[in-house]
């Protein structure tokens, strides 16, 4: 009996152009994505195309692959025009253009992107490059200045549409779709279809093959994700653990706000963690400084908020670490698609607390996968770990041989010392710069009912008026106009009908508070104390004292004269 099996197709079976074919397997790639797979073909035959995926799923050389194959490079002018929402993505997709065009002769490629110099862009655009990616805003600059022309135009390529929706260039992306001459081919890739996107795919597409691929299919399939449940006021500990206990070559921790990035990154820094923080706010030299030293690892973690690590794509990061939760599934999956990509594994480590738990619903759904519980590395794992560091060191230092220290040992054991001491000894010095291990800040334990001391029930205090008092309840607050008053008086009553003006001047005082409960004593100075709890105000006056007296308090407390007024009588 014989078995037949079925080849997985490679990208010699999809009609790439032989140059564009060999720069594919000097790369190392051999079998093509399932975006490519259904992406390369139609591009291929000049389709317009609507391509739904997200990051990491090799979508960068699903439509750079066949749009190479294409151009034709005796033509000195801008053929593709590839527009991204941010600067590194955009640089990203001009290198991939670069990486894969290696072997075509002529070829140019232009990267506009702003914080870069005007002159290296106009030079490039002056030699007739023939592909050029840019962010809408420096293409909008060009296209005002006369420097880029899209007349000979035969694609248009938007990478990340939603994302340039959301933040606020889609008036820079009608003109340029508008500009673009109608026989050009047209290819749209965006994580999701808001209704403004699917106007634009409506009014300017024609009849464009869309293509799906789900994230289960693509980023998240390649990486492990773990969730830790830590609140917020251990995070840092946590952290810190996580980051000596894993196996991190490189790390992205994100965090919701510039403010957190930079004090996430001293905390760090002073916990002897090689870190750097990427910020919006960053100009564009720092910021590619800051990526290429996370690139050539002298940076082993970078703190970064979701707009500035956009796009970034660094092969040594390992681990993805959510310490803020994002605002939605496609932030979250974008920010785990740093890790995992191009056919490598990632672990993508997130931090929920107690109250946020909910959000890990969809979260789940987002990617189609369970995020299985993680525990914080307790201290017992935090010294084995040390342990078996420090041991693989002095394993590598015996095999590399310390000759020149062995007159120093002997020495030593010649005066009398054990030898097991002495290397306690020298291991105690060699470990002395060990940071201490920090205390992780224990869990809010839920309230309970709180046992007497005794052993016995303890007494309920009573809640009612006091002996010879009478209570009159006041159903008033906000939306009777009740203002928010303190105050503080003694109040002389012995029979009095009313209070006096001192008192009632008292009553403009601004002070946080909703509700007051006071006790009127005959002959005696009250202080009116501002209880926590809101809604009601409550009056105990005494029997002899009328009703109408306690309305007239209250008149002049700021209350209206229509209010409602319970009286409860002392048993």
């Not at 496609?330 to 931090?351: D, W």
């Not at 008053?485 to 002389?492: G, I, R």
């Amino acid at each position: 009996m014989t078995s037949t099996s079925v080849a997985s197709p490679s990208f010699g079976d999809l009609a790439l152009l032989p140059a564009v074919l060999s720069a594919v397997e000097t790369l190392g790639y051999e079998i093509p994505s399932p975006i490519q797979m259904q992406t390369i073909p139609a591009l291929l035959e000049g389709r317009d195309m609507l391509g739904q995926a997200q990051t990491g799923t090799g979508k960068t050389a699903a439509f750079a692959l066949p749009i190479l194959s294409r151009l034709e490079l005796t033509r000195r002018e801008p053929q593709v025009l590839v527009m991204a929402p941010t600067r590194e993505l955009a640089q990203q997709v001009a290198m991939s253009f670069s990486k894969y065009g290696q072997n075509l002769k002529g070829l140019e490629v232009a990267t506009l992107c702003g914080g870069q110099e005007y002159r290296e862009q106009l030079g490039a655009l002056k030699r007739g490059a023939q592909v050029v990616v840019g962010t809408p805003g420096r293409i909008i600059d060009h296209l005002d200045r006369g420097s880029l022309k899209l007349d000979g135009l035969s694609a248009l390529v938007l990478d990340e549409a939603d994302e340039m929706l959301r933040m606020g260039f889609i008036d820079d992306v009608k003109r340029v779709v508008a500009d673009t001459p109608k026989d050009a081919q047209r290819v749209f890739f965006s994580a999701t279809l808001p209704t403004e996107i699917e106007r634009i795919v409506n009014r300017y597409l024609v009849d464009p093959v869309k293509v799906a691929i789900e994230a289960s299919a693509g980023t998240a399939a390649s990486i492990d994700q773990r969730l830790v449940r830590v609140e917020g006021g251990a995070k840092l500990e946590a952290l810190s653990r996580i980051l000596e206990v894993e196996p991190v070559d490189g790390a992205i921790v994100f965090v919701r706000t510039r403010a957190a990035c930079t004090t996430l990154m001293e905390q760090l820094s002073a916990r002897g963690v090689n870190v750097a923080s990427l910020s919006g706010d960053l100009d564009q030299s720092l910021r590619e400084r800051t990526i290429t030293r996370l690139k050539r690892g002298k940076v082993d973690v970078l703190i970064a908020t979701d707009v500035a690590a956009r796009g970034l794509d660094v092969s040594r990061i390992t681990h993805v670490i959510n310490y803020d939760l994002p605002q939605d599934s496609e932030a979250y999956t974008h920010r785990i698609g740093r890790t995992g990509r191009a056919g490598r594994t990632g672990i993508a480590i997130t931090f929920v607390g107690s109250r946020e738990m909910r959000k890990v619903r969809w979260m789940e759904q987002a990617t189609g996968q369970h995020m299985a519980d993680m525990p914080i590395p307790d201290e017992a794992a935090i010294r084995a770990h040390r342990d078996d560091a420090f041991f693989l060191r002095t394993q590598g230092a015996l095999t590399a041989g310390a000759e020149e220290q062995r007159a120093l040992i002997e020495r030593l054991v010649a005066e009398g010392h054990d030898p097991i001491e002495l290397a306690c000894a020298f291991a105690a010095m060699a470990r002395a710069d060990e940071a201490p291990i920090g205390r992780m800040q224990p869990p809010r334990k839920e309230r309970t009912e709180r046992e007497p001391r005794d052993g016995k029930p303890a007494a309920r205090r009573e809640r009612g008026p006091s002996e010879g008092m009478t209570r009159y309840r006041v159903a008033v607050g906000h939306k009777d106009g009740v203002k928010r008053v303190s105050w503080s008086a003694p109040w002389p009553m012995k029979g009095a009908s009313k209070a006096p003006a001192s008192v009632a001047s008292t009553f403009a005082t601004p002070s946080p508070w909703w509700s007051c409960r006071a006790r009127c004593r005959p002959a005696s100075s009250t202080r009116w104390p501002v209880p926590r709890s809101p809604v009601v105000r409550w009056k105990s006056v005494k029997t002899p004292v009328p009703l109408p007296s306690v309305l007239r308090v209250a008149v002049r407390m700021g209350m209206p004269r229509s209010v409602a007024v319970t009286r409860r009588k002392s048993p």
